[in-house]
């Protein structure tokens, strides 16, 4: 073979999805689920059955709970009919038949989805940062609040730090791994972008791209036009909507490997960051 001919063979090897390239890259969802089911044992002293995943894209989380015991339900709720049609050919069919049938998707705006109530409610990655006003995101916790079963659970994921408030390019090197429909994405970097942050308003516009071996790259493949909100607006608009309680918590530090533990502490207080991650629970009353 010509060298001529082992560039164009290299140039043509395809690039795996962007929705399984996101999922390798930014979810973990196992790590999710284990918070969940331990604040809401901690709160109420036994486990939780129905999930509602606000804005779940490819639904990995609403399909990872219902995989996890026959007594689950899960709901998942996303506007982008593509991006649910991928979830439903490459996370829902290849489940266990029994599990599927407790995977319900909805394509529609999380402030009008109808499902039955839920235990919990999840809106992660920061996917509610959509509503950049306070009456959108006090709409939104109403609109969930109004979705869970007494005594449940809001749960948001949210960053912050010195570094949200800017510029920013940070890339990472991610493992191969094999997904549920087994189809193995390689090693692959990361990068996500800060591309314009505006302090007057706290809005900031993101992009997520993908470089694989042999330079080929996905650029933008995924872009986010939100508002960075802050731990204590979020909490003020969950009191305002009628939640009982909200917690906040922060993850912890390893001072020896230089990284986040991946372990999340109820705090009233910590010292600020470069970047640090948070989860907030607006509890319903029971
Ligand atoms: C950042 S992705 C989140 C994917 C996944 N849930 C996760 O945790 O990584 C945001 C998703 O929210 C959806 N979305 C944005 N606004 C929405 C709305 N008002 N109602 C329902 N889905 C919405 C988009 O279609 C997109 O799939």
Redesign the pocket.
Known sequence: MSGKEKKKKKSTASIPNRHAL?EAA??NVEADIEFFERVYLEEHGRPFRVLR??????A??ACAWVSGSPERESWG????RD?LDWGREYRIAPMEPTARERVHLLC????A?DCPPADLVAA????YF?FKTREALLGYFRSALSALAPGGALVLDLFGGTEAMGDLVESERKDAMTHPDGIRTPEFTYTWEQADFNPVTHELHCHIHFKLSGGRKLKRA?S?DWRLWTIPEIRELMSEAGFARSDVYIEGWDDEADESDGIFTRKDRFENQESWLAYVVGWNRS
């Open positions: 996101y930014v979810q995943e606000d804005f779940c894209g490819t990995t989380l709720v996303d506007l982008d991006t529609d705006d999380v402030l989805a992660l990655n920061f996917s959509v995924f986010y």
